[in-house]
């Protein structure tokens, strides 16, 4: 069982930059795609931004434009430089690395952005 750990979370004031990163304990094979999800206060948990292992990417409306998601070649895990936050992401965000024919999950257990106006 591989285990994700995200890191990069923090508090930033609105218009900051933060850029989260996840480490996998172990070699992941038949990677479909990996990305991150947040879950804010009261809300579900949504998809932030994707990439396949061909490179396409895929972000939610709320932040296209703002934040880049990236896959390190070497630890092949997802990283999400996140620009010009605002309150509103202010969130749990999620490591997702997404494997297998049969489209298994590997998650992380989340790091916290909260973003002050």
């Known amino acids: 069982q591989v285990q994700l750990v995200e890191s990069g979370g923090g508090l930033v004031q609105a218009g900051g930059s933060l850029r989260l990163s996840c480490a996998a304990s172990?070699?992941?094979?038949?990677?479909?795609?990996m990305g991150w999800y947040r879950q804010g206060p009261g809300k579900q948990r949504e998809l932030v931004a994707t990439?396949?292992?061909?490179?396409?990417?895929n972000y939610a409306d709320s932040v296209k434009d703002r934040f880049i998601i990236l896959r390190d070649g070497f630890s092949n895990t997802p990283s999400l430089q996140m620009n010009n936050l605002k309150p509103e992401d202010t969130a749990i965000y999620y490591c997702?690395?997404?494997?297998?024919?049969?489209?298994?999950?590997?998650w992380g257990q989340g790091t916290q952005v909260t973003v002050s106006s």
């Open positions: 990439i396949t292992d061909g490179g396409t990417t």
């Open positions: 172990g070699s992941i094979f038949g990677i479909n795609y």
């Open positions: 997702n690395i997404n494997y297998g024919s049969s489209y298994y999950n590997y």
